[in-house]
């Protein structure tokens, strides 16, 4: 092999790792747009929210996590903790409990993660239906004018 045909084989090589690069980026992005979209849904379902609300939701939940996979309790505020407690009873949140010493003492830490699975199962869920719940769209007003009449 020659030199000219060393460089090329390099060259080949430097180009497909940074495609390589890329198309990683480009499926983690995939990846985290699928999962917000799964998480509204999700959101959606268990709360029997508009998608307005669980879009909004979702993008709070977001900006707390800033992208990263855990979040320490301790670094959130008290609102965000207990927004976090709703969505933990819901499954859609985990708490992860750590024990360490420190100084002789025992000390806990407790970090905050999605539940991914739980997230796609409630995703796909669909909202249980209530067989009375046609009564409710029926406004009072209906209501008062039937009893009227009887």
Do not use: C
Not at 31 to 39: A, P, V, Y
């Amino acid at each position: 092999m020659d030199l000219n045909n060393s460089v090329k084989v390099f060259q080949i090589t430097v180009v497909q790792q940074e495609f390589n690069k890329v198309n990683y980026k480009n499926l983690v992005q995939v990846g985290k747009n699928q999962m917000k979209q799964l998480l509204i849904k999700a959101l959606k379902n268990s709360f029997e929210m508009s998608k307005e609300d669980a879009v909004a939701l979702a993008k709070t939940v977001e900006e707390i996590f800033k992208g990263k996979k855990e979040i320490e309790d301790m670094t959130i505020d008290k609102y965000a903790r207990a927004l976090f407690y709703d969505l933990q009873r819901e499954k859609l949140l985990k708490l992860r409990r750590e024990e360490f010493k420190e100084k002789g003492k025992q000390m806990r830490k407790y970090y905050w993660s999605f539940n991914n699975a739980a997230i796609k199962e409630l995703a796909v869920e669909k909202i249980k239906k209530d067989p009375y719940n046609v009564y409710k769209k029926i406004p009072n007003e209906a209501w008062l004018v039937h009893s009227q009449i009887n």
